[in-house]
């Protein structure tokens, strides 16, 4: 028996050995047409109903698309009636186009023309099948046969718009279906006749759209097959050239993309690639690579996530996790390593006031789609001590002295081993929090410290505090002491009260803004009798003040 891989013909490349579009770069948005509201829509298990597509339509509109294929208005009679509301009910704004799918065939074209009376600017959109497959095992015909049927098509959209009163502006678009399964030479001759029926000149071109409806060969061969038709294609100032790529292999975007090198000049999908089968193009993809390299997408994708949150509202589809740019997960970092080189990447952004984006692995700014970095700090082999204080410096503001980091990795390290699981951020604040800013106080300080300059010597400052000793019955003491700063003045305070076996190691701090007004955040190093080393953490709105709270809160730590 054969292997059933060889049931299978391979797809017959095209002879284009002076290929052009692979030295090609994009430099430009082309022309976008959404499709979701006609092949997105028509691939829906429940197709959106009249207030869905109107929500959906608006989104298109706000999102800065100026062509919009509505729908399929002689297919049904739901379909006809939502192409009304959208017109009588004053939904399209004046820049925008709707364009509107019909088969080459008389009644639904004259079914169309009354759709979409009305409207200011309409595409009327018609399409037949060429291909070598469909031709045989579909219509039974041969090209000419498939040729008739267009050409007929076009002249009666042709009567149609002459006849039409009425201030609509009629622009045609024609789709050779399964283009990309269709011979070249008959994809071209097809919409040549098709043009000549309709008179396109240069000032009044066609749209000829060329469907890869099935993908069935690498996204190469596509160019090839896009760059063969406009070379050929007689009249070619006449005709602005469309793609309607599908996904059925995975490589709808690569498709387009490359197809865009070959010279097409529009390209119709969808949002985050709905569509027939494996889906559309999808349009958000092909849009903000585009913007990652420094080109205009002429699209606004600065809030993704409220049109993720429509689409899945009105298609009832959802957006899987590793979706690019928009899944759940695609700013997310899991490797300590790689959140180890972000929170670099963050900080040479910070500190170099670079104009350019220049962070490792993540390609994109999140926040440039209404989205933000997430690290999950993960305690296993791979994770990193700087990732749990990049989320503090990054989300909190709490910017951890480098050598503080091994002491709050290992307390991250153990919680997560005590919970079995990863710790999202506010977990890790919180654990932050319950360690540093609310410890529990063996020691503390009643009231405010005050901290004055030494009558003595001007360069030193003496403080005075009533400090207390927790136990059964609390123990306040008044005491004082002089130093050359507020860290060494009270450490010679608690000494005249016999805590005397800490050394202060090392001290940095911050301004921290909390809420309206700004505090100091000192982190303090302390040496214990045991030789290690322990860090506290002080907050307050005086600068002396929290670097002794930093000191009393080492010294608590110090005691667990
Ligand atoms: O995929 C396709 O070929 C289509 C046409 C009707 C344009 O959707
Ligand atoms: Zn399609």
Redesign the pocket.
Known sequence: MKPTFQKYIPFKQINLPDRQWPNNVITKAPIWCS?DL??GNQALIDPMNLEEKLEFFHALCDMGFKEIEIGFPSASETEYEICRELIEGGHIPDDVTIQV?VQAREHLIKKTFEAVRGAKNVIV?F?NSTSTLQRKVVFNTDMQGVIDIAVKGAELIRKLTDEYEGDTNFRFEY?P???SGTEPDNAVVICEKVMETLGCTKENPIIL?L????EMCTANTYADQVEYFIRHLPNREAAIISI?P?NDRGCGVAATELALLAGAERV?GTLFGNG?RTG?LDIVTVGLNMFTQGVDPQLDFSDLPKYKEIYERCTNMKIGERQPYIGELVFTAFSGSHQDAINKGTKYMRESNSDYWEVPYLPIDPADVGRQYEPIIRINSQSGKGGAAFVLNHYFGYDLPKKMHPEFGRLVQSECERLGRELVSKELFDLFEKNYLLHDRKYEIVGHPTITEDKNDENKLKIECIFRTNGDVPVDTKISGVGNGPIDAFFNAIKSIGIDCYEFISYSQHAISAGSDSKAVSYIELKKPDGSSIFGVGVSSNIYRSSIFGVINAINRAQD
């Open positions: 499709v006609r092949d799918l959109h399409y789709s279906e399964s283009f759209n469907p890869n409806t099935v309607h599908h119709e027939e559309n």
